[in-house]
């Protein structure tokens, strides 16, 4: 498992997260060998938000189902998000505050390594963020900072005001949904779609700023539609090329999917949402195939995507 250290904090974190918004329905046992799986296969960093599951629900569960020991707990990173609420956004000081408690008690934790503001919300107000995050950090609750889903301009409007490092943005990235990507591979093609900005250039953003992204959604085609993986009748030249390179690389697509995210040189970290112990090691297996630029190309071609 390769492990990064992402600038801006102290931390050693594995760039194969694991996240835990579908574990609501799992029992305790089945957390268990979920996290255990992970820990076994160099996973140490963990991935929530209140509103998985619903009202901290999934952290909840989580929080039943795995006690850490002291030194357990030192060796992961345990992040969740905050801000979005039932029918709007709030990044709200008082709901900001309000929820990480919560979030802290739902998994039996004193602190969380890294809190996310989940997607923008448009009503922010910077200075109340501002002083919810130096309440947070005061006290010892929160220890690093980032964000989710934001654009540049989101991003430098919060760090107009908030004296902590933002040293995240979590955001949707697959071979498949790869705007974030595959854009500037387009840059300035007039009737292309895929040439569309549609992000204000957070990759570059994140490169100049020494942020890390989190691609989340690894496996998804799109937007919670199910996954690429072995969908042969929408994308069965991605399958062909994922089938040859997992054979070469001696992993599974699935490995390679992860692959071709860590794969790029801006140090991105992989969210993953299964909820199978198997899936979990065939990611992780991903994180030590280094693909060439011949393959990486390949699977970006293969899953419809234009090299102009
Ligand atoms: N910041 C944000 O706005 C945001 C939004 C969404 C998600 N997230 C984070 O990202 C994580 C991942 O999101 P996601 O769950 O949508 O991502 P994903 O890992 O791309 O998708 C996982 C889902 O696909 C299923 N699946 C079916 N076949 C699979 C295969 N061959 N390989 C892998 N998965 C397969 C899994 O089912 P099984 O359980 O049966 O494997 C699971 O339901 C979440 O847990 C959450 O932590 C963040």
């Not at 999934?58 to 030192?74: H, K, L, M, S, V």
């Not at 950090?137 to 107009?160: E, Y």
């Not at 794969?263 to 970290?269: C, I, S, T, V, Y």
């Amino acid at each position: 498992m390769k492990t990064i250290t992402p600038p801006n904090t102290t931390l050693t974190a594995s760039d194969v997260i694991l996240g835990l918004m579908r574990i609501s329905q799992l029992d305790d046992a089945a957390i268990r060998d979920l996290v255990g799986a992970a820990r076994d296969a160099g996973i140490n960093y963990f991935d929530h938000a209140d509103v998985y599951g619903g009202d901290h629900a999934c952290e909840r569960r989580f929080g039943d189902a795995i006690t850490f020991t002291p030194a357990e707990r030192e060796a992961v990173i345990i992040q969740s998000k905050v801000g979005i609420r039932d029918g709007f956004w709030d990044f709200s000081k008082e709901h900001i505050l309000r929820s990480v408690d919560e979030s802290l008690a739902a998994l039996r934790l004193d602190h969380l390594d890294v809190l996310l503001l989940h997607r923008p919300d448009t009503l922010v107000e910077p200075e109340e963020v501002a002083t919810a995050f130096d309440s947070l950090h005061a006290s010892g609750k929160v220890r690093n900072f980032g964000v989710s889903n934001q654009t540049p301009g989101q991003m430098d409007l919060l760090r107009r005001f908030v004296t902590q490092p933002l040293a995240f943005n979590q955001v949707q990235l697959s071979i498949t949904h790869a705007p974030l990507l595959a854009a500037g591979i387009a840059a300035n093609m007039a009737g292309l779609d895929q040439s569309i900005d549609r992000d204000n250039g957070i990759l570059d953003y994140a490169r100049l700023h020494d942020i890390t992204l989190q691609a989340w959604s690894p496996f998804q085609k799109g937007f919670f539609d199910g996954v690429f993986i072995g969908d042969r009748e929408n994308y069965s030249p991605l399958n062909d090329a994922l089938d040859e390179i997992a054979a070469a690389h001696g992993v599974t697509p699935t490995g390679i999917a992860v692959a071709w995210i860590t794969r790029h040189p801006a140090n991105m970290q992989v969210v993953l949402g299964t909820t199978k112990p198997e899936r979990v090691r065939e990611s992780a297996a991903g994180s030590d195939v280094l693909l060439s630029r011949e393959e990486w190309y390949r699977l970006f071609t293969a899953a419809g995507h234009t090299l102009p």
